[in-house]
């Protein structure tokens, strides 16, 4: 059987956990940074409770949408075997670039509408 | 200032708006609706659902256009070995695939126009027995077509049975009702689409409004 290439290629090296964890890697390192001025200054027991507090704020069912936003367009990303983006990058020409950008793919007229209404018919 | 009302965007709208006025018939269509996106009118939800169906399309186009490619006649033993050969194959993949992550590269860069479903987003058997339901309650159309030729698109009479048409049932079914209700569940105010039969799905059981998208509109 032919097997594919291409889909899933970047799996291998970057699934959604390695994502969220770069995702969050600047945030544990503050929390770290916390932790230890809190176990510097403060008795063991308040030191513990400051890092519980804090990580409740850090794990995935507390991050804040614009995160989820992120990791799902990283693990499309991922899927495809595309390098991951940036949490701030903001391409404003994206619209602009999508039309059109893959008339090569076709060298005639189609329309598209009928070709999707025959699969979900199939 | 308004805000812009997040709507879910069926495949023919993206596809054929990647395509370009070159390749699709119905491009103005879908190039008004993404320059309503562009002026913040409305932000575009984008789900997994969408884009599988985008690949699955992209492959069809894909296959039919290298097919189309194969100048010299050919019988059917020399067609199922190229259908079976690894060029073929590789031939149709690597072409998908690149259109695949050119729409993928555009959409995940501009997260101020293009929004994903939360991956944590789950779908009950409740919203597919609402599709269930509507789709008991009508029938669809019946329509009659001519044969066509997959390869030149020609109309074609059958040389053994004599007929040249035949009659198909048009309607919407399950593909639509789970984009319909999908969109409702990710609480999307509309669904634009480009496909009629899918516009006349009763909104009884979705939140979502169904937008029709023509050149008559």
Known sequence: ?122 | MSVASLSYVDTNVFVSYALGEEREESFEVAEKFFGEVSQGKYVVLVSSFVLTETLHTLRKIATEQVFKEIERRMSRSELIEVANSTEFKREVNDRSLKAFRVIIDCITSDPDHFKFGDLKTTYSEEMFSKALRTLSAGLGEFRVYHFRCPKCGSDIDCAHCGFSYEIAYKAYNAPDLTHLLMASSLGCKYLFTMDQYFAKVPRAESQSEVILLSRDA
């Not at chain 1, 699934?15 to 932790?35: I, Y």
């Not at chain 1, 507390?62 to 990283?74: A, F, H, T």
């Not at chain 1, 990303?77 to 903001?90: A, F, H």
Request: net charge neutral; with cysteine; glycine share 6%.
């Open chain 1, 1 to 122: 059987m032919y097997r594919q290439s291409g889909i899933s290629s970047g799996f291998g090296n970057l699934d959604l956990g390695k994502t969220a964890n770069a995702v969050l890697s600047r945030s544990f390192d503050f929390l770290e940074r916390v932790l230890g001025y809190a176990i510097e200054t403060s008795p063991n027991h308040v030191a513990k409770a400051i890092l519980e507090n804090s990580l409740k704020q850090l794990v995935p069912k507390e991050m804040p949408p614009e995160v989820l936003d992120y990791l799902s367009r990283n693990t499309l990303r991922s899927i495809v075997g595309l390098s991951p983006i940036e949490i701030n990058t903001i391409d404003k020409d994206a619209i602009r670039k999508l039309k059109g950008s893959i008339s090569w793919l076709s060298k005639e007229k189609i329309d598209v509408t009928e070709i999707i209404r025959e699969m979900r018919e199939c």
